[in-house]
């Protein structure tokens, strides 16, 4: 009985898919027509598991890239006042966020130390209360912004996980900020990110916008600086 060529045939596609990934379809190509592929795909998928999970990873963000490409400009227009770093910088990352995450508690001094190396880092904040309890903060940071106080509210509210003790180091005048949480400007950009985010098709928080390149996860500070680097060469 002859062996079923199916599975052959398929990890010689996700081979010449990662080969496109990573060398572009020329040197894809080449590798097909060479007669490797064939011959070595199963030992090298085999040899090198962590590969295909690279590969998924590669294809999420390439695909989250031709979704914001059809989006126009709006996800990197920030709320007023809801800006970290230089708001008028030309580098521009934009990064989704929900304060009861910790993987976005754990990247703030990520983001701190970019904006510290440069100052023509412009940080656009979109909030995106995804787990329970979030709403409440996210609404009062935006309430925070339209006083111009978000940076302090944003630090402590991480600091302090309290939204009663951010508003308070953020010298916040309370009765305003519970009109402007409560108000539909509020709640139409709490709707918005939600939106936005669901395009990209981003799953949780945190998640980043650099240039033109969607990612998601806790990924670090040589990972933002390197996308924020790629940034600068696109320009």
């Known amino acids: 009985m002859s062996a079923d060529p199916a599975p052959s ?10 080969m496109a990934l990573v060398f572009g379809f020329l040197g894809a190509a080449a590798w097909s027509y060479s007669g490797l592929a064939d011959n070595r795909t199963r030992a090298f998928l085999l040899g090198n598991p962590d590969l295909l999970p690279q590969m998924a990873q590669a294809y999420e963000e390439q695909e989250a890239a031709k979704r914001l490409a059809q989006m126009g400009g709006a996800v990197f227009e920030p709320f007023p006042g809801v800006v970290l770093g230089n708001p008028n910088g030309k580098t521009v990352l934009v990064e989704f966020t929900d304060y009861n995450c910790p993987y976005c508690e754990a990247s703030l001094k990520d983001v701190n130390r970019l904006i510290a190396e440069d100052p023509d880092l412009k940080v ?8 329970e309890g979030s709403d409440v903060a996210s609404r009062m940071a935006l309430a925070a912004g339209l006083q111009g106080k978000y940076r302090v509210f ?6 302090t996980g309290d939204v009663e003790a951010a508003a308070r180091k953020a010298g916040l005048d309370m009765e305003r900020a519970q009109r402007d949480a409560a ?9 918005r990110n939600l939106d936005h ?11 980043w916008i650099a240039g033109k390149t969607p990612f998601g996860g806790a990924v670090g500070y040589e990972r933002l600086k390197a996308a924020l680097a790629k940034t600068g060469e696109a320009g």
């Open 124 to 131: 656009v904040i979109r909030e995106w209360p995804i787990f």
């Open 197 to 207: 985010a669901r395009a990209l098709g981003f799953t949780g928080t945190p998640a």
């Open 9 to 18: 045939s398929l990890r010689n596609t996700l081979l010449t898919a990662l």
């Open 183 to 191: 108000s539909e400007a509020v709640s139409t950009e709490i709707a």
């Open 154 to 159: 944003h630090d402590a509210m991480f600091a």
